[in-house]
């Protein structure tokens, strides 16, 4: 139930930040071009996202996401792509 309560509020919490460009990939996202996603680095794109909001993404708690992890969170929903 957690894990649920806190997809809703990361799905808030993009739209909130505006939504406006689509992520299509971490490569749109990663500043350092490390093809990783930090918690900074989704803050810039989303000043929005906490923390906890940015952990429920990161599926394997390496405090980064990668291009897995962040397909999956759009497939989820979680990231809107459009």
């Known amino acids: 139930m957690k894990r649920i309560l806190t997809g809703l509020a990361m799905t ?4 909130l930040a ?5 992520i299509a990939s971490v490569a749109d996202i990663d500043s350092d071009g490390d093809s990783l996603i930090t918690f900074a680095e989704m803050q810039a794109a989303y000043p929005t996202v906490s923390e906890d909001l940015f952990a429920s993404a990161d599926t394997n708690g ?7 992890e962040l397909t999956a ?3 989820a929903g979680l990231i809107k792509t459009e």
């Open 18 to 22: 505006g939504g406006a460009a689509a």
């Open 62 to 68: 390496d405090a980064m996401i990668d291009e897995a």
């Open 73 to 75: 969170a759009e497939d």
């Open 12 to 15: 808030l919490a993009l739209a």
